[in-house]
Nanobody, 122 residues
């Protein structure tokens, strides 16, 4: 079992940067592929980025490609967000899955954090 806790959210002006972290408990963290999803008010949760358990393969939503970078180390998952836009405002969730396929699909993930709020002002 994996427990996930996000941090690093906050209020930032458009064009600014934030770095989200996701701390994972459990000795098997390195056997899970990880993803970031977000949910804006009144919208469905959507895929942002994902990384395989080895860190060797990453995936990005088109809306964040070139601005966001997902990475991981032995105990944490990160999302570096640059050139933030007001439309990036959302609650950001990290998620874990033992799988390697379809990492952009929400239903592939078994474990979820509680989310961290990111607000980008114009």
């Amino acid at each position: 079992q994996v427990q996930l806790v996000e941090s690093g959210g906050g209020l930032v002006q458009a064009g600014g940067s934030l770095r989200l972290s996701c701390a994972a408990s459990g000795r098997t963290f390195n056997t899970y592929s990880m993803g970031w999803f977000r949910q804006a008010p009144g919208k469905e949760r959507e895929f942002v980025a994902a990384i395989t358990w080895s860190g060797g393969v990453t995936y990005y939503a088109d809306s964040v490609k070139g601005r966001f970078t997902i990475s991981r180390d032995s105990a944490k998952l990160y999302l570096q967000m640059n050139s933030l836009k007001p439309e990036d405002t959302a609650v950001y969730y990290c998620a874990a899955t033992p799988g390697l396929l379809s990492l952009w699909v929400e239903n592939e993930y078994d474990y979820w954090g509680q989310g961290t709020q990111v607000t980008v002002s114009s």
